[in-house]
């Protein structure tokens, strides 16, 4: 079964995720109250927002409500954002404290990307090796179509 929600960690402070349309989505609170100093981090977000025009106007494109485990152990719909979302929220964040996490942020999707350019370099030879098991997800079924074309 796949992971569909988890906590990650980053310099000893954890990050809510949840897996949407195939992607894992940050809570932007985590990421705020680790990037900030801020007692209040929704206050936080209403200025980061009023500085960034740019960004509260495309506020809703970038923040997709979720449902995550609240501290309190309950779900609750807490506004997340994909990797490219958190690399945007973090570019409107004024602090030292961005810097790791866009490298930590970055270093992900480089993995990724290794990881697909290494099946992709394998062309037919991994269709030929174990077709039978490249199609058992959605995923593994594009890159069958992304190697075949």
């Not at 960690?9 to 949407?20: A, Y």
């Amino acid at each position: 079964m796949e992971e569909t929600s988890s906590l990650v960690v980053f310099q000893g402070n954890s990050i809510r995720r949840t897996r949407h349309n195939n992607e894992w989505w940050f809570s932007v609170i985590d990421i705020i109250v680790i990037l900030t100093d801020s007692n209040d981090p929704k206050q936080y977000i209403k200025k980061m927002r009023s500085r960034d025009p740019l960004l509260n106007a495309n506020w809703g494109t970038i923040c997709t409500p979720l449902e995550l485990i609240a501290p309190d152990g309950r779900k609750r719909e807490t506004n997340c954002v994909n990797t490219e979302g958190a690399f945007r929220l973090i570019q409107s964040i004024p602090s030292p404290k961005a810097e790791p996490l866009k490298l930590w942020l970055a270093k992900r999707v480089m993995m990724g990307l290794t990881f697909l350019t290494s099946l992709l370099s394998c062309g037919n030879q991994l269709l030929n090796y174990a077709p039978q098991n490249l199609i058992t997800t959605n995923f593994k079924y594009q890159l069958i179509t992304i190697v075949t074309t």
